[in-house]
């Protein structure tokens, strides 16, 4: 028996439908496999900057040494650029007084400065993701991903004066409404594999969710019949994607039902659902991204490791004291040590991701990590001073070829960090004239 072919194939069963990743069946002549290398964006902000003492590498280019805090980083070089010399000109006060980290997120992404207000009245600006996700939604399910560690907020006061939807967002679809992030691994799977039949009302739902079975064996039959029709090397494909689904299903049950004995930020109970082990929720949100990137679910992806101002704590570090209480050293030498193993700790997560997106095969002879830009950082930059210049800035992947890392690019004091979305957007399709701030292109990547 055999089954009909399109791009992007779908295994059906049971109301639930999982999107397969690229196979050579799905795109048998040389246009179509062309065709199938697709550019993407991630873009990771971490909260209260870094000790940028320690972060600036020796030299420029490919010849650049890493300092100790990007040492993880160094067995990627060849795949990423650290760019200095980049601004959030909006996140400073501009006359509005304290609120730096409220300033930070709201701004990072939009490049606008944020009306200060605690109520309502939120004003702040379209960040790069949804100009990017609003030219590309036609070609994905998901026209973008929002994903978190700490819950979304929209409404409170934050940080002097500063709504919480500031401090807790980077996504925003206008300059009102911030995107609703996820934060729960189990609720992303859900969303992009155990999608019901449609009209299954809500108990239905949670008593099909509730039984747990795998996804996998709801579309068992379909995935046995595609196996028999196409070639070796497919079958391989196929095999490793849903043994990698399944894995992380698993995973995800089990952070689920481990109980969460140390809070990670004072006063704050985790959600339902949510991993009480920081490092295995970074891992399997971003494993989550891998996923939806192989199966082309979506293109555009914006991701907070933590909110701005967070006061997590690091217990597997030996860490008990907040983030954002550390980062105001103050010259202390035992404060500024954990600051720095915080930031090493990182870099150490943004290796093994970028890691395993060059472990992951997509179309013809490439990888996830050629078929994307991944960018990380935030808008303050070193975290005692509150500064909002020359922030600490990671660009990697090579952008569907269109990017040529150079482990080290020092642009021009001030630069716009827009100016390197306004080249990001170039890449993805949705060139504009202007994003934020931007003075132009940021050349050299």
Not at 36 to 59: C, E, M, S, Y
Not at 206 to 212: F, G, I, M, S
Not at 384 to 393: E, F, G, K, Y
Request: charged share 20%.
């Amino acid at each position: 028996m055999g089954m009909s072919m399109n791009r992007r194939m779908l295994l059906r069963g049971m109301g639930t439908a999982i999107t397969l990743p690229w196979l050579e069946a799905l795109a048998p002549d040389a246009a179509a496999a062309t065709m199938a290398r697709t550019n993407r964006a991630a873009f990771l902000f971490i909260p209260n900057g870094v000790h940028k003492p320690d972060w600036a590498p020796q030299g420029s280019g490919m010849k650049a040494i890493l300092p100790n805090m990007l040492e993880p980083l160094n067995p990627l070089r060849k795949h990423l650029s650290v760019i200095s010399g980049l601004n959030q000109d909006n996140a400073r006060a501009l006359g509005d007084g304290p609120g730096d980290h409220a300033r930070s997120s709201a701004t990072f992404l939009t490049g606008v400065h944020p009306y200060k207000t605690g109520g309502a009245n939120l004003s702040a600006g379209v960040s790069v993701d949804q100009i990017a996700a609003q030219a590309m939604q036609q070609n994905t399910k998901f026209g973008s991903l929002e994903l978190g560690c700490d819950p979304g907020l929209t409404s409170g006061n934050c940080d002097s004066g500063y709504s919480c939807a500031y401090s807790a967002n980077i996504s925003w679809r206008s300059p009102e409404t911030p995107m609703a992030k996820e934060i729960s691994p189990r609720r992303v799977f859900d969303r992009l594999f155990a999608r019901g039949p449609r009209g299954e009302s809500d108990a239905a739902r949670a008593e099909r969710l509730h039984t747990r079975r795998s996804v996998l064996d709801f579309v068992k039959r379909d995935a046995n019949l595609l196996r028999r029709t196409v070639g070796v090397a497919d079958r391989a494909r196929l095999d490793n994607y849903l043994d990698g689904v399944r894995d992380l299903e698993r995973r995800v049950d089990r952070a689920a039902r481990t109980p969460d004995r140390t809070p990670p930020i004072a006063d704050m109970a985790l959600p339902e659902g949510v991993p009480a082990d920081y490092r295995e929720h970074l891992r399997l949100m971003h494993e989550m991204i891998i996923l939806a990137w192989q199966a082309d679910l979506t293109r555009v992806v914006s991701f907070m490791w933590a909110n701005e101002g967070s006061g997590r704590r690091f217990p597997h570090l030996g860490i008990h004291e907040g983030h954002h209480h550390l980062s105001h050293h103050g010259g202390d030498a035992s404060m500024i040590q954990q600051i720095r193993d915080i930031n090493r700790f990182q870099m150490e997560e943004l290796a093994w991701f970028l890691k395993r997106l060059g472990e992951t095969p997509d179309g013809p002879g490439g990888t996830l990590l050629d078929n994307s830009m991944v960018l990380f950082g935030g808008a303050i930059g070193d975290g005692n001073r509150h500064n909002h210049d020359d922030l600490p800035i990671v660009l990697a992947g090579h952008g569907a070829g269109t990017l040529q890392p150079s482990m080290h690019v020092q642009a021009a004091k001030d630069t716009p960090l827009c100016n390197l979305f306004l080249s990001m957007l170039d890449r993805l399709g949705a060139g504009q004239p202007r994003f934020g701030d931007s003075t132009g292109r940021l050349t050299g990547i």
